[in-house]
């Protein structure tokens, strides 16, 4: 839907990643396979990196 390569997709921030995920029609399937798929991230290392803080 956006045309972002997966390079750009990468250095989205945060916040733009989230903001570009709550743009998608209910029919795109990235939002349903988020929510669906189980994910525990316990090391503050990832958590820093997933977050950018």
Do not use: K, S
């Given at each position: 839907m956006y045309g972002l390569t997966?390079?750009?997709i990468?250095?989205?921030s945060t916040r733009r990643f989230v903001v570009l995920i709550g743009g998608l029609?209910?029919?795109?399937?990235?939002?349903e396979l988020w929510r669906t798929t189980p994910?525990?991230?316990t090391d503050p290392a990832?958590?820093?990196?997933l977050t950018g803080r």
């Open positions: 997966a390079e750009q990468a250095a989205l029609p209910g029919e795109a399937r990235f939002p994910r525990t991230v990832e958590i820093a990196r």
